[in-house]
Nanobody
Framework: QVQLVESGGGLVQAGGSLRLSCAASVRTFSMYAMGWFRQAPGKEREFVATISWGGGSTTYADSVKGRFTISRDNAANMVYMQMNSLKPEDTAVYYC????????????????WGQGTQVTVSS
């Protein structure tokens, strides 16, 4: 069983930055690909970014490419997402997710989810 706890969300003005963190409680964290997804009110959960177990491979949604950076620290069982140049359309609940094996952009292929952290970007 993997437990994921997100933190770092909040209210920020457009153009600002936030850094999301996700703490994973699992001994074999380095065996898991990690992902960030988001869900805005009335919308489906959408892919944001994913990172391979070793951190050597990352994939981003086109909407965040060049603004968001996903990273991980396997020694600390942590995954991060640095979000810069935030826009009002980035407003959503952001979820951390984990799966054994390779990366994927499909939420149904992730096995574990955190409770989410709210990010609100004001214009």
């Amino acid at each position: 069983q993997v437990q994921l706890v997100e933190s770092g969300g909040g209210l920020v003005q457009a153009g600002g930055s936030l850094r999301l963190s996700c703490a994973a409680s699992v001994r074999t964290f380095s065996m898991y690909a990690m992902g960030w997804f988001r869900q805005a009110p009335g919308k489906e959960r959408e892919f944001v970014a994913t990172i391979s177990w070793g951190g050597g491979s990352t994939t981003y949604a086109d909407s965040v490419k060049g603004r968001f950076t996903i990273s991980r620290d396997n020694a600390a069982n942590m995954v991060y997402m640095q979000m810069n140049s935030l826009k009002p359309e980035d407003t959503a609940v952001y979820y951390c997710s984990a799966r054994r094996g390779g990366t994927t952009t499909r939420p149904e292929e992730y096995d574990y989810w955190g409770q989410g952290t709210q990010v609100t970007v004001s214009s």
